[in-house]
């Protein structure tokens, strides 16, 4: 039996205040494939960064890291021999594409580079040839250029590809991918995956992937490991923690991860509620209920190719949202000197229709456009030409002044909660700021109240966002956006940052607030599963079109566009991933 | 590349126009008539006027402005009105003096800020990167004359090893000139030097959190080597931001210092000028001053093109 790639005993890493990993162990077979996955918090990276030897000065770790059975512990290994095993026996892929790159060295040379430092190329120019092979290896087109290029000019996509063109030059024993693909659109992130599977399996390298994603890791990996709070609970076939978990953190996780299973009040599973949450409470309506609106459904259509524009999903008499011939162009700075600036495409010809109550999700990759249409329902953008019609008020042209009323009436929940809460304000004082016109008693009984809806104990109104988790700070933003009674609520990407449990929470009480509110929504989207859970009605957006538009199972179910299909093709979803994945 | 810098030349030729009217305005619009001023308090209402009509100051604003702009353009900068003599042939000599003083006391802050801020920054938790941070924070707090008076006093006044002031061309005695230089470039740089350590430092314990940096270290490359290959050309571009904002501070702190160690560049010739309320040389001089700022500003601009690509590309 041969040594594994990777031994890992006993493994923790404590800060000066408390110890964060408690002594994991495992292996990892020549040629395995790992998948590492927990919720953010739990220390997969911190596992990681330890195997490498980049934990932060401040951190300290202790028993033992050996690569191919060999004496060496690299915990206790100086400098000299952990530089002489990173990015040549072992090497890692981080998460975030956008900034793990030099933004000031071309990318070939980055690429170079790892095999100058390592010597596994005879001098500069061999070196530079190695890189364009590898980037042709990770699928770049036109390689010999693309090496010339700087990071700022390439794609997520295609910057991740760079990263692991470099972790791979070397053809290390093992890598280690961290959230590899987090960051990245459906479709790239399929492209990636299958990059990583295919360049691992060609060079017979031991890979631990680390997701948050479990059908990523299915898709991927053999077997799995799961972590929580420090310690690995579980690890087995992947095929068969999926399918019967045995430990019981791992089955909420599961079940929180999978939107398509929900409970007999279409509620997603979740696990226990951590202990400052309490239970929703409802909020008496002050003004006249809303009358109960019908379920309005839509018709399922599509964009032909050079066929005419289509008004999607229109609605008779009165509807919350009118979009007709909506188009919106940028001048991109730069061109020649004094040349008309290029015009930039950013929405084209888009005619749509919300109806009163109507739960629409607006799904696209990045780039498609989804973010300006967003952008412009909220009158946070005009449009170049159309008309935009929203809860009655004509937006094209409005004054700050005409739209105060809209403002109350519309609001919105963006999807970073760290970025989009003052962080010197309190908590009173966010949820309280739409408010105007409202006495401190009024006021303070309001907030309280609407913190409560949202599931937070009254004596957060003191703190500040950083003293709170993602999904608090998400439920903080969710009583902001709800404390003026809006009748049309829209979400961007408002839980892409969420882990799958918490996610599964927010997801429940923005079900349930629509419904008690009688909300409109607009839900924008880059996770089809999310919206297909939340939304009874979604718009596919591509190059800045509408292209397919229906009821959600039927789009889902029956794609009519290609893009659509090509999009959710490239979505892994979890029923499918069981069984495919059992050995 | 070529286009990103043509229209920053644009941009910097539109900057001293802009500045040249600034200039002329400003003074213009100051009480006082150059022409009365020419003559003294006891000429009378009709020799004045005839000396404004002698001077062209009957004319409107945008031919004088014209007039005295087609004039610089060409080195002429007009007679003083106190010496009768031509004003340029000062200027050119003073503002070698000036470029001179300002360049070396540049230079003299970067070699010590690079090296100093960076090794601060290394040594960020270590007892001698603290105490090393404590000497540039003493140095920040320092004026520049202070400093220059200190100077003085130990290495002219004490020890007698240099010159307490004046100055020699380089032209007639290099060696002296040295001398003469070594001190108030000295005074000038050190508060400069101070900041832009502390600068250099901020930048670089920044780079050294960035992603990148850890993409470095997991290829294989040691601390030391992933900071000079990857960290420092990025500590740059904020460090350039800095310096760019100091040129104009470092020219005012130049006007003092060439007073402390009597040296006749731009500064002392300013403000001999305003004593003598010699208002065509003020004008005059506060363009050149202006335009060496612009010029500075202009370089520093265009090394962020060539270190930073993101700014290179047109869009």
Redesign the interface.
Known sequence: MTAPALSVTDLRVSSPFMELLHGLSFDIAVGERVGLIGESGSGKSLAATSV?G?LP?TLTATGSVRLNGGDANLLTAD??RL??????TM??V?Q?PM???????RVGAQVA??MT??RTQNGRRQAQDRAIELLAQVRLPDPAQAALA?P??LSGGQRQRV?LA?AMANDPQLLLCDEPTTALDVTAQAEVLGLIGGLVADRGSSLLLITHDIAVVAQVCRRVLVMHRGTIVEDGPVGRVLAAPKHPYTKNLIAAADLSVVDDRGRLRTPPAARTLIAPSRIEADAAPAAILPPYRAAHQRLAPGGPPIVFNEVSGEPAIRVRELSRQYR??????FAPKPIVHGLRDLSFDVAAGQRLGIVGESGSGKSTLMRILCALDQPSSGTVDVLGQQLGGASERQLREFRREVQIVFQDPMGSLDPRMKVRDIVAEPLQHVGRAEMRARVEAQLAAVGLDADVMDRHPHQFSGGQRQRISIARALITRPRLLVADEAVSALDVSVRAQVLNLLAELVDQYRLTLVFVSHDLGVVRHLCDTVAVISDGRIVECGPTGDVYDRPLHPYTRKLISATPSMPDLAPRSAP | MV?VI??RI?VFATTVVVASIVTFLLLAILPGNAARIALGVQATEADVAAQATAMGLDRPPIVRYLDWIGHVLVGDFGTSTVSRQPIGPDIADALGITVILVLTSVVLALLFAIPFGILTAVRQ?GPDGAILSGISQIGVAVPGFLAGLLLVTLFAVTLRWLPAGGWVDPADDFGGFIEHLILPAIALGSVQGAVLSRYVRSAVLDVMR???M??????????ARALF??GL??AAVPVMTVLDLQIATLLIGAVVIERVFSIPGLGSLLLDKVALRDLPAVQGIVLVLVVFVLVLNFLVDLAFTV????LR???
């Open positions: 490498m980049l000065d400098e000299r530089n002489q095993v990173r990015g040549n090497a890692m981080f975030e900034t793990a790159l030099n933004p000031l060295m580079e790892i430092v390592h700087f700022h000019q990263l470099m991109r700075p730069g061109g020649r000197l | 286009l043509l229209r644009v938790r960035d992603d990148f850890r993409t470095a270290r997991a290829k294989g490359l040691g601390t290959r990857h050309r990025n270190i930073d690509p993101r590309s047109a869009s």
